[in-house]
T-cell receptor
Framework: EVQLLESGGDLVQPGGSLRLSCAAS????????MSWVRQVPGKGLEWVSA????????YYADSLKGRFTISRDNSKDTLFLQVNSLRVEDTAVYYC????????????WGQGTLITVSS | EIVLTQSPGTLSLSLGERATLSCRAS???????LAWYQQKPGQAPRLVIY???SRATGIPDRFSGSGSGTDFTLTISRLEPEDFAVYYC?????????FGGGTKVEIK
């Protein structure tokens, strides 16, 4: 059974940093591209970033480039998102999602981890 | 970027009725690279349709997807209690990946 378990969300002040993790199980992690998708509470979904199976290629939403960094550790079946210079508008639930091969759509999602940016 | 506009914003229907959800793209894209997701309160999204018309694993056949180019539709033939949720479309034809704003299907 595929499982994705995010962690690392927290209450942080504007300008702060966090590192989100997503522990994967139930599939060959290194074979699949992964993404982070976020959702402001009560609002829609926004794709944040993606990474190829071997970690060699990364992609970002233009508005977030430079502040967010995606990475993965295939030896530990774990996906990461380093988020820096956080802004109030970054407050959201952050989901990790498994791509169906490298298609760009997501066949499994984690339960999400909440980042709240507030002073 | 490709902007996806979903309509209506809210659909109020009764059990057993047919639901028709629309997703319109700002640019035409090939390969029908469009997916639909269902999201219930407090839960993660769940894949319903990919490739515009292929049902995901475990999705009942009352769900169907259609369309091409710029206009796509998700149809739920007869609404069951578990179908009341928010539905999002997503294009994966061009980067950045983008989602529509969602359609809420609520009980009338």
């Amino acid at each position: 059974e595929v499982q994705l378990l995010e962690s690392g969300g927290d209450l942080v002040q504007p300008g702060g940093s966090l590192r989100l993790s997503c522990a994967a199980s139930g599939f060959t992690f290194s074979s699949y591209a992964m993404s982070w998708v976020r959702q402001v509470p009560g609002k829609g979904l926004e794709w944040v970033s993606a990474i190829s199976g071997n970690g060699g290629s990364t992609y970002y939403a233009d508005s977030l480039k430079g502040r967010f960094t995606i990475s993965r550790d295939n030896s530990k079946d774990t996906l990461f998102l380093q988020v820096n210079s956080l802004r109030v508008e970054d407050t959201a639930v952050y989901y990790c999602a498994k791509e169906r091969y490298s298609t760009g759509f997501f066949d499994y999602w984690g339960q999400g981890t909440l980042i709240t940016v507030s002073s | 970027e490709i902007v996806l506009t979903q309509s209506p914003g809210t659909l109020s229907l009764s059990l057993g009725e047919r639901a028709t959800l629309s997703c319109r793209a700002s640019q035409s894209f090939s390969n029908n690279n469009l997916a639909w997701y269902q999201q219930k309160p407090g839960q993660a999204p769940r894949l319903v349709i990919y490739g515009a018309s292929s049902r995901a694993t475990g999705i009942p056949d009352r769900f169907s997807g259609s369309g091409s180019g710029t206009d796509f539709t998700l149809t739920i033939s007869r609404l069951e209690p578990e179908d009341f949720a928010v539905y999002y479309c997503q294009q994966y034809s061009r980067s950045p990946l983008t989602f529509g704003g969602g359609t809420k299907v609520e009980i009338k």
